[in-house]
């Protein structure tokens, strides 16, 4: 078989490096907190992985377990701790709106997932940075991030191109229109220039910047496509469903795609993936993770700058 498996921890190692040697040199411990509030096995995995790379890197991490009911009050606390630099939540909590008004409450300064309305409405107009200046970049949700460096890693980005448009010619289809990974994602991408076919139970949308990028950002249409048209037509396939059942039809992926689950559960056929893709990443959370902490990073710098404005 010709197909490279590519693990999210070799994609990782360099962010990872690099995040160490920043805490190292410049002496700082930024403090990250996580909230756990259900009894979510993979939101448990995740905090262990969170755990583990904080560890490693130099990050000060403290998990702090909660009931629902008690997680706002808390946020609220940590969002008045100067010695918190960074806030995360394990999701789902209430598993509706109430989630979406959590990340609300989550302080913007200190949101490391970048679920707060101000930078998912950056995230969606396409607009890059907190400041006119544009010397804060806007935070951008873990999981999509780490999963546009995977495929930066991979070479599905064309470094020929200039930023912003290095995913023109691209078809991709992704299988998950959540608000916290799949939406954000298919937005992120066409932004960047592909042509992104984004796939849900309740059909498939569109997303996209117009025949030669003539949008400044996406914009979303219905289709009336399905999985059997849109697959083949893809250069990368994007996977996150939720379900130890669903696996992607091998036979409909298109001879030497790039094949990439982010789902807990594996989405594709291992070994029949293999005699279709190029390239295939069976899990992506290292890569979040060292996202979740290149975040904290930034956010750590932009109360540092606050600070020094708000006493010059």
Known sequence: MSCKVVLAQGISASYREELKNTIKTRNIRPKLVGFLANEDPAAAKYAEWTAKTCAETGVEFELRKCSRNDLEDKIIEANLDAGVHGIMVYYPVFGDRQDQYLQNVVDVSKD?????????????????????????????????????????????????????????????????????????????????????????????????????????????????????????????????????????????????????NFSTYKNFDGDEIKKKAAIYVPAVGKVTVAMLERNLVRLYDYQAQDRASSTA
């Open 112 to 260: 490391v997932e970048g679920l707060h309305h101000k930078y998912v409405y950056n995230m969606y107009h396409n607009i890059r940075f907190l400041d006119e200046a544009k010397t804060k970049k806007c935070i951008i949700p873990c999981t999509p991030l780490g999963l546009v460096k995977v495929m930066e890693y991979v070479g599905v980005y064309n470094g020929i191109l200039p930023h912003g448009n290095r995913l023109h010619g691209r078809v991709v289809t992704i299988i998950n229109r959540s608000e916290i990974v799949g939406r954000p994602l298919a937005a992120l991408l066409a932004n960047d220039g592909a042509k992104v076919y984004s796939v849900d139970i309740n059909g498939i949308q569109e997303f996209h910047r117009g025949v030669g990028l003539q949008l400044k950002k996406h914009e979303v249409s219905e289709t009336t496509l399905t999985v059997e048209d849109v697959l083949p037509l893809s250069d990368v396939v994007i996977t996150g469903v939720p379900s130890p059942s669903y696996k992607v039809p091998s036979h409909l992926i298109r001879d030497g795609a790039v094949c990439i």
